[in-house]
């Protein structure tokens, strides 16, 4: 099946600092990207739709300048959180959409940790 | 909400038992996909239905969807330890976004 990564996979940083994850669709191109959010055993949230070459589309209630998604090419898409403070400690998760198919492939998950 | 709902909210077999889970939703759906968690992991896709369809089965797995009471069910026969996970229904619409279900945790006892 289609493969998605995430980079890194687990990140532990200080209060204040920001924080980039990178989502790679590996072997399909992929106009639309996903990022979720997940609280332990809890669901996951949509925080915002990345569309190639434009501005993403944030859902309610989600700061766009606190989280910067930027998705430059058909095969990658960044989350930048910036500023991180600790409640912004989570699972991250992307998926990318093959554009072909109606199925979303997701990425492992990157686990942030905000001291 | 469209957020889809899921009952039970936790479940646990033995082994070789079926475990049902249910999900409701509250809008029109284009599709209703059902994914599996595996602690601390990404998620794996197990199946999609489309609106237009009432049943699908890959393997020992089998997905009903009912329009009319906007639920559809996931149903693991023969179950076995390693189905040990959290399962999640998500609604599909057709931008591609997805919503999540609550999602159930089940443990197979061996």
């Known amino acids: 099946g289609a493969v998605v990564s995430q980079h890194p996979s687990r990140v532990i940083c200080k209060s204040g600092t920001s924080v980039k994850i990178e989502c790679r669709s590996l072997?399909?191109?992929?106009?639309?990207m996903f990022w979720y959010r997940q609280f332990p055993k809890q669901s996951l949230m949509l925080m915002a739709t990345?569309?190639?070459?434009?501005?993403?589309?944030?859902e309610q209630g989600v700061e766009k300048d606190k989280f910067l998604i930027n998705h430059a090419s058909l095969t990658l898409s960044t989350l930048t959180v910036t500023s991180a403070h600790p409640e912004d400690s989570s699972f991250y998760i992307c998926?990318?959409?093959?554009?072909?198919?109606?199925?979303?492939?997701f990425g492992p998950g990157t686990r942030l940790l905000v001291l | 909400s469209q957020q889809g709902e899921e009952d039970p909210q936790a479940l646990s077999i033995q082994e070789g038992e079926n475990a049902t889970m249910n999900c409701s939703y509250k809008?029109?759906?284009?599709?209703l996909q059902w994914y599996r968690q595996n602690s601390g992991r990404g998620l794996v896709h197990l199946i999609l239905?489309?609106?237009?369809?009432r049943e699908k089965h890959s393997g020992r797995l089998r997905v009903t969807l009912d329009t009319s009471k906007k639920s559809s069910s996931l149903l693991i026969t023969a179950s076995r330890a390693a189905d040990t996970a959290s399962y999640f229904c998500?609604?599909?619409?057709?931008?591609?976004?997805?919503?999540f279900g609550q999602g159930t945790e089940l443990s197979v006892k061996p």
């Open positions: 998926s990318a959409r093959d554009s072909a198919r109606e199925t979303q492939y």
């Open positions: 072997d399909f191109q992929a106009t639309t």
């Open positions: 990345s569309n190639e070459g434009s501005k993403a589309t944030y």
């Open positions: 809008t029109s759906i284009n599709n």
């Open positions: 239905i489309r609106s237009n369809e």
């Open positions: 998500a609604i599909g619409n057709q931008g591609g976004k997805l919503i």
